[in-house]
Structure formats: C-alpha cells, structure tokens
C-alpha cells in the first residue's frame, strides 16, 4: 500500500480523540503557533487531516491546497485570539509545519489499531478532550494570552472520575529538597484537604510533592473512601517514564485509592527539563488555589506560584525560618506580597465549602479510551450528514451541528455520534461541499453575533447548508 493510501485509511478512521493525540505527538511540547491553527479550524481532526495531506506521496495540487487551507485557519486563529499576522509570523508557522509533518512522519505506524494501542500503551493508559465531561475546564484559562497553550489532551492511568470529583481542587507544591518542617506541613495541609472531599493535586516528585499525596491519601484512614478527597499527579513526561522510581509505592497507592496519574505528553515521552517547567502550568491551571508549602529561592515550585499568579489563581506560602535556605522561596513571595502567609494547618481559608468527591454522570469513554469513532467510514458518514442537510434544506429547518446530530439520530440508517457530526462538517466545509452562514440563531453566550464578528467561542452556533 502506497503511504499516500496509508494516511488515507488512517484519516478515514480517526476521530477528535486520536488527532488530538496525534497532533501532540506531532509538537512534542505546549505550542502556541499549534493552539492558533486550533482556534481557526473547525476541529482538531481537520487540522491533522491537512497535515498529512501535505506529506510526501501526496500529489503537488493536494499538497498545495493543504497548505494555503492551513495558512487561512492559522491566519483566522490568530486574529480570533486577538494576533496580527506578519510575514515573520507566517514564516515561523511554515518552519513549525515543517516540524510537525518531520513528527508524523516519524510515527511507527499508519495502521489505526496498532496506533491506538501504541498511543494508549496498549490500552493500559486513557485520554481525555475538550469536550469530554471529564476535561478539566479550568485548562482553558491557558489560552487567556496568546504566547501560552493549553495541552490538546491528557492521558492519564488511575480513575479518570478523579478530574471531576472537585469543583475547586487544591495544589500543594514545594522543593524536592525539603526538611522534615517542609514534610509535615505538606502532609498536613493535603490531608486537612483531602479530609473534607477535595482534591489534592501535586507533582508527583520526591520531598514535599510525595508528601502532599501521602497526606492526601491518610485522608482515607481519617474518614473512609467514600468521603476522602483524591489526589492527582501531574508528570512532566509520558507516563511510561513516570519517576522518580523511589516513588513507585506512591504512585501505586494513588491508582489503588481512585485518585489519578495525568500528563499532556503522549507515551515514550522523556521527561527532560524543559517539560518540569510546562508541567508546572498544567498544575497551576487545575486549582484555583496554590499552596507552596516549602520552597528554596530557585525551586521549580517558585515556577508554579508564577503561573498561578498569571492565572488570577490564590497563591498560599508557608513561612519558615528566615536563616534555612529551605525556607527562602516561601518568605520571599510572602515579602514581595505575591502570596497570601498560611498561619497554620486548618484550611478552612484555603477552600469552598467542605463535600464528597462528585462523580460524574457519564463516562465519556469507559471502554475505549482512543477509539472515539469507529463504525461507518467517512464516505458513509459525508453522504449521511449530507442527506440531512439536504432535508432539513426543504423542511425549512436550521442545520446546525446539534439539530443535524438529532436529525441523524433518528435516521435509523445513519446513527452517528455529535462528535462524529462535527467532525464530518468540518471536512465537508473545509472540501468546500457546503458553506456556512450566520443568521438569527448565531449566538455567543445568548447575544447575536453579527457575522463579521471575529468573537470565537465554543458556544458559537453555526448554520450549514449544501
């Protein structure tokens, strides 16, 4: 099979899940030039399908109108997240879209069920989307500036319930090298936490990260597993490269006792340096609140409470002895009044009202963690969308992506998914097989859009037509 008929078949059976996969591998990192090529496409999977059919064993024509399609949505995303265009700018996108088609090209394989066992480290890992009830919205906040990223997706092994149990978790962080002062304040503020059902969420490293989710776990012991707030890690890596092995006891309890191991990097990622640093964000975006409970002047966890800072998030610091160096971070952001000072253990400042861990109504992929859109091919999804959109043409009826999904979910024949629906849309507007208008029903938090407004939400409702 040519690799042209490779990617083919590939794009044919991906959905949102598996390109949002895809792409991360492709950028290996938060990507801002990424993130404005999402917010000017449809989906993600439109996006990934223009990629690769600009790789090689695609024809010229193909492979041009994959580009200019990508310079147009790079374009709008920008100037959706407030960004002009320069030519500097759209250099510095064509040397990243090189980057990424070098990543796709890398992959090991094109065939779809060996890479989603591969991307879910043979099934052993989940993912989760915007999108998903499970996707930590607070994630979102990360798209507030334009030189930040939000991460495309996460995976994670654990209980997946474990990023909605809280409507408001709490992060607890601090240096790795850490006193016993620094153990048992970590410890006693993430169980005083986790004791009144909220979450405890940390970086998974040694010092006072390991101690922040031991004391979350005692919670069990305290008050039972049913009341018992959980505990998240976040890693720098892929979670095939969780560490430090020292802490494998801990990670290991964590899963045991529903809590979660999360990451934006995709399997056989190597946690270098750099990713520490990004890491920190995805933590920092998570709580509304940040405890750094011991901290040296150059601790990673210093780069945490920045990040916190920048997000509007309530920074916390415990103070210590003004002459141990352990202690200098903390009494520095509470000098600088970049932190509020924590007095003591109880956290009843630190925290909403006292409840027990929510768990979700559904699951948005219990058994499948990747395999978001198996069924009819994508010819057979097209002509179903688009025989919809014909008939709701002649009835008169708005088709936007809801009243379409409705639409096909009472065709008996043409059973698909609202994410599939998208998708499908996506493709066909991008193929420029049907357009889309604004009219009465495009509206953005209640209000009329007119439809040169350049506003760009996920509440945005689009009308198609054939």
């Known amino acids: 099979m040519s690799g042209a008929a490779a990617h083919a078949r590939l794009v044919d059976r991906c959905g949102e899940r598996m390109a949002r996969c895809l792409l991360t591998y492709c950028i290996d990192g938060a990507d801002a030039l990424m993130m404005a090529l999402l917010k000017g496409a449809p989906h993600a999977l439109a996006v990934f399908t223009l990629l690769v059919e600009g790789l090689d064993g695609h024809d010229d024509a193909e492979r041009r109108h994959a580009d200019r399609a990508l310079d147009h949505l790079f374009s709008q995303g920008a100037a959706r997240w407030g960004c002009h265009v320069k030519p500097q700018g759209l250099q510095a996108f064509h040397r990243a879209l090189t980057?990424?088609?070098a990543r796709l090209q890398s992959l090991p394989t094109w065939e779809y069920d060996a890479?989603?066992?591969?991307?879910?480290?043979?099934?052993?890992?989940?993912?989760?989307?915007?999108?998903?009830?499970?996707?930590?919205?607070?994630?979102?906040?990360?798209?507030?500036?334009?030189?930040?990223?939000?991460?495309?997706?996460?995976?994670?092994?654990?209980?997946?319930?474990?990023?909605?149990?809280?409507?408001?978790?709490?992060?607890?962080?601090?240096?790795?090298?850490?006193?016993?002062?620094?153990?048992?304040?970590?410890?006693?503020?993430?169980?005083?936490?986790?004791?009144?059902?909220?979450?405890?969420?940390?970086?998974?490293?040694?010092?006072?990260?390991?101690?922040?989710?031991?004391?979350?776990?005692?919670?069990?012991d305290t008050v039972g597993g049913g009341q018992a707030g959980r505990t998240i890690a976040v890693f720098a890596g892929g979670l095939d490269h969780m560490g430090p092995t020292c802490n494998q006891r801990l990670f290991d309890a964590i899963r045991a006792q529903h809590g979660a191991l999360v990451s934006e990097m995709c399997p056989q990622t190597v946690p270098e340096a750099r990713r520490f640093l990004l890491r920190n964000r995805i933590i920092a975006a998570l709580c509304p609140t940040v405890v750094i409970a011991q901290a040296r002047?150059?601790?990673?966890?210093?780069?945490?409470?920045?990040?916190?800072?920048?997000?509007?998030?309530?920074?916390?610091?415990?103070?210590?002895?003004i002459t141990a160096p352990d202690n200098a971070g903390c009494n520095e952001l509470i000098r600088n009044q970049q932190a509020i000072l924590v007095a003591g253990t109880t956290v009843d400042d630190l925290c909403h009202a006292a409840h027990v861990p929510h768990l979700p109504k559904t699951d948005p992929a219990p058994d499948a963690p990747v395999h978001d859109d198996a069924g009819a091919g994508g010819m057979a999804r097209e002509q179903a969308v688009l025989g919809a959109l014909?008939?709701?043409?002649?009835?008169?009826?708005?088709?936007?992506?809801?009243?379409l999904a409705e639409a096909l979910q009472a065709d008996d024949s043409a059973v698909l998914s609202p994410e599939q629906v998208h998708a499908t849309l996506g493709l066909l507007e991008l193929q420029g097989r049907i357009s889309t208008t604004g009219g009465p029903d495009r509206r953005v938090h209640g209000q009329v859009v007119p439809a040169h407004d350049h506003i760009h939400s996920p509440r945005l409702v689009r009308q198609y037509r054939v």
Do not use: F, K
């Open 297 to 321: 002047r150059r601790s990673g966890a210093l780069n945490t409470a920045h990040w916190a800072a920048e997000l509007n998030r309530e920074v916390y610091a415990v103070p210590g002895n």
């Open 390 to 403: 014909e008939r709701m043409d002649r009835t008169g009826r708005h088709a936007t992506p809801d009243t």
């Open 115 to 220: 890479l989603t066992a591969w991307m879910t480290h043979e099934g052993t890992q989940w993912v989760v989307i915007p999108g998903d009830d499970l996707w930590p919205e607070r994630l979102g906040d990360l798209a507030v500036r334009s030189d930040w990223a939000p991460p495309l997706c996460l995976w994670g092994i654990g209980d997946r319930h474990a990023l909605a149990a809280c409507p408001s978790p709490v992060a607890v962080v601090g240096s790795r090298g850490v006193n016993e002062y620094g153990r048992h304040v970590a410890g006693e503020i993430a169980h005083e936490v986790a004791t009144q059902g909220h979450t405890v969420v940390s970086g998974g490293a040694m010092g006072t990260d390991a101690s922040a989710h031991w004391g979350a776990l005692r919670a069990v």
């Open 99 to 101: 980057r990424w088609r």
